[in-house]
């Protein structure tokens, strides 16, 4: 976690304000019975920021059981595709901030290590949470089961079916699924849900969301948590390269993994920092979830931010070939860094995540998770457009063995064994 009361004050790790804002965006929109809840939270956050022991524990974790600090990559065989196609001279250095390689296959379990470790201190005895690619939930399984603390996950029942892999590894885990069949029967549905499930047992639970979204504290309090990211990658291309990167990139849904590697570069002018939405199958359909490129401004699960509405303002669906990028908002930080101009927000398609995913598993060895190969898509780009003195990190946020399945279907493979 990293205090911000001691930064200059035009720096853009700044915020939010006491009242959870983001310049315009962020706040706290709920219940009223939710608002003494929401209230502790903040207070329990605070206190916990201050005590060393909790930093401390939280670190110990870190090391010992999740597997940090996760590799700095440098992808050779990547960079020399770019450069096969790129202008003459051009075809940036391409690194990987591997925090796939945490356990449980992604970077959701940095935040949800924080959150209930937060909500023990808090005397809180049941753990909910919502998912939509299924790594939340399962980051929130096994913290839980790390704990001993009962856990409930919701989930939208179209990503029940799309993330088989890591449904049965929330079960394994000891975690209850609640598939939720309202809407599209995706993560806004199941946050939905979660927070419907809050309001009930506001005694003894603790949701842990998992995106940089939600009533504040949680965004400011997502973000710190996955701080680590962007900490450990200065620091790690500082020793091996003497200097920083020229771009950083990550894949945007409700922005924690991408929050988590520009905070701590927010305030390196010469670092240029891309985000990358999922356009989906394009733009000019409604079927994609880029709630910046093709949203306004409005209020959903707590927070005002970027989202999709139709006509009437009511909140469209989002849809991604990925299960963790078709929220139908952004988190409030991100809404803020885009009116500033800080952050460019990028996009890609359905079909170039999928090519993407391809690529990187045959040049590499490394299969990505459908999301960050939204980010990956722009990134090739990206680098063929900088010298090749240039140095690109992106944020391979997670792995992708709980897409396999997904992916197989839409390239018409059948994986599934004999006489199945």
């Not at 003497?242 to 771009?247: E, I, K, Y």
Request: hydrophobic residues 40%; contains cysteine; aromatic residues 6%.
């Amino acid at each position: 976690m990293t205090a911000t009361d001691t930064l200059p004050p035009n720096s853009f790790r700044n915020g939010p304000d006491q009242r959870g804002r983001f310049g315009i965006f962020g706040g706290r929109f709920v219940a009223e019975t939710l608002m003494p809840l929401i209230l502790s939270v903040e207070r329990a956050y605070e206190e916990a920021k201050a005590d060393p022991d909790f930093q401390a524990t939280i670190d110990r974790y870190a090391r010992d059981y999740v597997g940090r600090p996760s590799p700095l990559f440098e992808a050779e065989r990547l960079t020399a595709h770019v450069r096969e196609t790129a202008p003459t001279g051009k075809g940036a250095r391409i690194f990987f901030k591997r925090d796939e390689l945490n356990h449980t296959g992604a970077h959701k379990i940095n935040n949800c290590l924080g959150q209930v470790l937060l909500a023990h201190r808090m005397g809180k005895t049941r753990i909910i949470a919502e998912t939509g690619a299924g790594q939340h939930g399962v980051a929130t399984a096994t913290v839980c089961a790390l704990f001993g603390l009962p856990c409930t996950v919701f989930m939208g029942a179209t990503d029940v079916e799309r993330q088989k892999p890591n449904v049965f590894r929330m079960k394994l885990l000891g975690a209850e699924i609640v598939p939720v069949t309202s809407g599209r029967g995706t993560l806004k549905d199941a946050m939905n849900e979660a927070l419907r499930d809050w309001v009930t047992n506001v005694d003894n639970t603790f949701y842990v969301i998992g995106t940089a979204a939600g009533p504040h504290p949680y965004p400011a309090m997502v973000r710190d948590f996955q701080s680590v990211i962007g900490r450990e990658a200065r620091a790690q291309i500082l020793e091996r390269e003497g200097r920083l990167p020229d771009t950083i990139m990550a894949c945007i849904g409700g922005g924690s993994n991408a929050i988590g590697l520009f905070h701590p570069f927010l305030d390196d002018q010469d670092v240029e920092i891309i985000g990358v939405e999922a356009a989906g199958r394009g733009l000019e359909t409604s079927d994609h979830a880029a709630s910046l490129a093709g949203g306004a401004p409005g209020v959903l699960h707590g927070n005002r931010t970027f989202l999709l509405q139709d006509e009437d303002g009511q909140i469209a669906e989002g849809h991604s070939i990925s299960a963790g990028l078709d929220y139908p908002g952004i988190g409030p930080e991100h809404a803020w860094l885009h009116t500033t101009g800080r952050v460019t927000y990028q996009n890609a398609t359905d079909r170039e995540a999928l090519d993407m995913f391809a690529l990187l598993s045959r040049l590499e060895g490394i299969i990505p998770a459908l999301e960050p190969a939204h980010a990956l898509a722009r990134a090739v780009d990206k680098a063929a457009q900088l010298p090749q003195s240039a140095l690109l990190l992106l944020n391979l946020c997670g792995r992708g063995d709980k897409d396999i399945f997904s992916v197989a279907a839409h390239l018409g493979v059948d994986i599934d064994p004999p006489g199945h």
